[in-house]
């Protein structure tokens, strides 16, 4: 076996036992979808100093994602806002 293919192999395994949901992922980074509206949400991942502010910057493009996408539909301004009591 060639070693990109082992490298492929397991770059593949470990991305797949890495995820998280995002519910995990906001509490790990003490984010709480309802302290922002969804445009505040949108502008923190559109840059890179709030990104790594909030330690978003660490996690890869697949958690990112998600994170954004729990986020903003659980926003303050949301059809399904966040509450601390919901955390």
Known sequence: MKIGTILLFLSIIFSSVSAQSPKE???KLSLNPATKAIMQWERVFKSKRKMKRYKIDKLNDKDKQVLKEYLISHA???DKPQFAGDI
């Open 25 to 27: 992922l906001a509490l």
């Open 76 to 78: 303050a301004d949301s």
